[in-house]
């Protein structure tokens, strides 16, 4: 769009007496315009790069033949003959299927619009497991097969990723690092320290992980959900 510099109006007045009154007479004149050379169009927004091969990474979502895949796995292969590949490991995010698949290096891909919503566990309902959104308190449930082996790192009041794709539930995310109380386990030994043996210990949502030979019922623990690990006492 052309800038315009526009120059105020000047007025000017020119006066004649007479025997008993005085008339004034005014004349409008009003400078032309001049315009501004116009400038070039520049974007608000930085140009946004198509995603290709080169730019997956684990935990990239992509979209796959109409249904989107969670890269679990990747590793960019250059042969001393032909042309660069990458190798990666997906797992579908509806099926649950984890296969392997290999993309032309530089390729363009489609990226699933996959994003997430943090949701509150607060109970199950039968083989339901029912999560609210603490601000419109909107309850949107889980079935066991949904849920799957995570179950045992459940517990009410829970804070989890629910994920969406095109308006769907896909999967949810359970935090990283859990809080949860020891039921059951052989009592510790005086003297016992972390750099010693270990023990199994059943947990309050019934899971069961090796613990240090110090920890007795009671004991509060960190568990490392991805690995299903002990990582130390609360």
């Known amino acids: ?32 315009m001049r315009c501004a050379p116009p400038r070039p169009y520049r974007s608000r927004f930085s140009k946004i790069l198509a995603f290709t091969s080169n730019d997956i990474k684990v935990g990239s979502n992509i979209e796959v033949d109409g249904a989107p895949w969670r890269v679990l796995e990747f590793l960019h292969v ?90 769907k539930i896909i999967d949810f995310e359970l935090p990283i690092t859990v809080k949860l109380t020891v039921v059951d386990v052989d009592p510790g030994i005086k003297g016992d320290t972390a750099q010693g043996g270990s023990k199994p210990a059943t947990l309050d949502t019934g899971a069961v992980v090796n613990v240090p030979l110090f920890v007795n019922i009671g004991d509060e623990i960190l568990v490392d959900t991805r690995a299903g690990e002990y990582r130390s006492r609360a």
């Open 78 to 167: 250059k042969p001393g003959k032909g042309a660069a590949f990458v190798r990666t490991k997906m797992r579908n995010y509806v099926t649950g299927n984890t296969v392997e698949k290999t993309f032309r290096a530089g390729c363009s891909i489609d990226e699933a619009n996959v994003y997430k919503e943090t949701k509150q566990y607060t109970y199950k309902d039968g083989a339901q497991f029912v999560f609210m959104d603490l601000s419109t308190f909107e309850e949107i449930r889980l079935n066991e097969s949904d849920v799957g082996e995570r179950t045992k790192w459940l517990k009410e009041g829970m804070d989890c990723n629910v994920l969406f794709w095109n308006g």
């Open 1 to 32: 769009m052309a800038a315009f510099n526009i120059s105020s109006a000047t007025i000017y007045r020119t006066s004649s007496s007479s025997s008993s009154s005085l008339s004034l007479s005014s004349k409008l004149s009003v400078l032309p």
